[in-house]
């Protein structure tokens, strides 16, 4: 009925250990729509790429995505979703820094390009192991669990998109505080879960 599954949701809500997964994840594709908003004025006005050429660094970026999932396919049976949730949100996070590192010291295009790459392609790696892990933690409301975790995902990624929009200022460096913000945030979330999953 709509009250029981109203209810599995609410169940998902109050357990810190979801709230983590969800966190973790969320909050990492949040990290992917503030590029997708920010990325255009960034580089083809700020910087002058072409169309084209941006569209090749977008295009690097979904082969990121890719490659991060196949290598989590070939790893993950051997160190588990929970490791390589936080190897995620790790390499997330450094990649983060990079792109906040660069993008104020002359804009150095090469290390931007490098951060973002990072960021961009551990979204893919941490939403297959965070949701995995939700639904393995809940096995009898496991369609909740992931419906919850998908509109988490649009829901942090429209508040991400709509900051980025709120603090845009000509140097572009509006992207790089966001992304370097919910990382964090991201980075936290997995830690959160990992305690908590320890206590309960």
């Known amino acids: 009925s709509l009250a029981s599954a109203f209810a599995a949701y609410g169940r998902l809500l109050c357990d810190p250990v979801a709230l983590g997964l969800l966190l973790a994840g969320g909050m990492s594709f949040a ?23 941006f569209s090749l660094l977008f295009a690097a970026n979904a082969l990121g995505i890719f490659a991060a999932n196949y290598l989590n396919s070939r790893l993950v049976r051997r160190q588990g979703a929970a490791v390589m949730a936080g190897v995620g949100s790790g390499f997330g996070f450094v990649g983060a820094l990079l792109l906040w590192v660069a993008s104020g010291v002359g804009d150095a295009l090469p290390a931007v390009i490098a951060g973002l790459f990072i960021v961009v392609s551990m979204t893919g790696l941490l939403g297959a192991n965070c949701v995995g892990l939700l639904m393995a933690r809940y096995p009898q409301n496991a ?6 975790f998908g509109a988490s995902q649009f829901g942090l990624g429209m508040l991400a998109s709509a900051t980025i929009s709120y603090f845009h200022d000509p140097s572009g460096r509006a992207m790089a505080w966001v992304i370097l913000a919910v990382s964090g945030m991201s980075l936290l979330g997995w830690f959160g879960f990992r305690l908590c999953s320890e206590r309960h």
């Open 31 to 53: 990290a992917m729509f503030t590029y997708i908003t920010g990325s255009p004025f960034y580089f083809i006005e700020l910087h002058h790429f072409s169309p084209f050429s």
């Open 143 to 148: 369609g909740a669990a992931a419906a919850l």
